[in-house]
DNA sequence: CGGTATTTTGAGTATCGTCAAGGCCAGTGG
DNA sequence: CCACTGGCCTTGACGATACTCAAAATACCG
């Protein structure tokens, strides 16, 4: 299969990289409309089926997509990173909680004068479209790993979707000697959220990976990946995380440092 | 929780209804692109990867997205029913490969005046983009059903998103004095597939939750829902069919027929 | 350094996947 | 009209896996 551009990384450090193909007027619209919000991590910044008066871009942090379930149990449905748009444009409410994992810095946009904005600029329509093809392929892909009948596999999934996706994102990717180091930024509660199990499940799933030599548990949240191949191997899907643009950025990651 | 609109539902037996809302010309420029295409059942559309040239919309049949892993797997990761876009209008090539679940009709529009059609309507294109965001709220439900350890409650789900997206939708959906009975139009093997598990988990299943009083199974495929409570509590999610709405939409249909 | 939350480990039970066999239904051909 | 055939669904038995509950160990924070 040839390599296809791999829409789901990034390889530069802007939260707003998204907008450098915008003309000069709408960059400078947004900038003059954009204030830098904080959230410390566990606070909430909506609820579902609330409608929010913004639309937001991650600066740093990773917020959680999470539904709540009558029963208590909160799935998590997906991640934003850096650069990731959330609030949904058009359609009034949103049908997903969203929460801080991490201490988070949010650039937010008024919501009437964005959606103005897009409507004037063709570009930051299709911005906005892409990311949420993004999106929505990435949901997608934990379908895929939620599918998985071993929890092993689906750690080893989860593992290469940190690698590729926060690649580029502050210090949660980092390329060593021997491996790739990721930092897990949330609880074994939250990836079991996200993976559909216990953390229970997930501390044997990543002793068990450590136990056939795929990976290093330096501290509990900083895994050492020392065999991606056979990471991949277990989830199935090759390009899942596209392993040589995965291997890349961390070539350019080192050419950096 | 107040009503709100529940976008996942159709009323209408139009399967061009999405595009009811656009202007004269625009639906007039359509209707002269437009062409009906056949596809038998378990004939692929697209493969993973594969760019197609035409947007489609489905007008009647049901499409499966799925995936394709090295260990020969094939989780499905959304359903495609009347009225459904698909074909990345945008973006290149599609992710996931697409087969006919059933004979299937396809309103094809070729992809390049289509999207210059997007580009001078912007009704059009928000149609489209609202398909999108549908799409993504519906997969977000399967990661909410997949996320679910237990097989019963994961085909309960499956049960009643049946019910809600295939309301108004042939006759796969209809009203009875005791319950509501869904004609599921897939094989057990492909509904294992959807919900991460085998086809005689499925079976299993079924055969608990009719022992539990929950539904009756007439054949195979045609199932008799005797008690929709209960399975919305299996699931926890208490607005991922918005029972009420279902039951709207059954009160017109017998109104109608 | 102490206190707290998190992670890990352990043992027992429930559930699921696997493999194999049997049953049901539809379509085919005698 | 009936027997046959093939595909799908169902059922059973068994091993593997994950969930539950509890306790111990570890990491984290001031």
């Known amino acids: 299969m040839p390599d296809k551009p791999d829409k789901r990384s990034r390889n530069d450090h802007n939260a707003l990289s998204v907008f450098t193909d915008l003309c000069h007027e709408t960059r400078e619209a947004l900038g003059a409309m954009q204030q830098l919000v904080r959230f410390p991590a566990g606070q909430a910044i909506t609820r579902e089926g609330e409608e929010i008066n913004f639309v937001g871009i991650v600066a740093s942090g990773i917020l959680r997509m999470q539904k709540t379930l009558t029963d208590g149990r909160h799935p998590i449905v997906g991640l934003l990173v850096e650069g990731d748009i959330f609030g949904q444009v058009f359609d009034g ?63 080893a999934g989860f593992l290469l979707i940190m690698c590729t996706r926060f690649v580029g994102v502050e210090h949660l990717v980092q390329a060593r000697r021997d491996g790739i180091e990721v930092n897990i930024p949330m609880s074994r509660l939250d990836q079991a959220h996200l993976l559909g199990t216990r953390p229970e499940s997930i501390s044997r799933a990543l002793h068990a990976l450590a136990e056939a030599g795929d990976i290093i548990i330096n501290t509990p949240n900083r895994i050492l990946i020392l065999d991606t191949g056979a990471l991949a191997e277990r989830v199935g899907e090759e390009d899942l995380c596209s392993i040589t643009n995965l291997k890349n950025l961390l070539a350019n990651k080192e050419l950096l440092s």
Chains 1, 2 share one sequence.
């Open 93 to 155: 409410a949103t049908e997903v909680a969203i929460e801080a994992a991490t201490d988070t810095e949010v650039y937010a946009f008024p919501r009437g004068r964005f959606e103005t904005l897009m409507r004037r600029s063709p570009e930051l329509d299709r911005a906005v479209l892409l990311n949420i093809l993004n999106e929505l392929d990435r949901t997608r892909d934990w379908m895929v790993i939620l599918s998985n009948a071993k929890i092993v596999n689906r750690v």
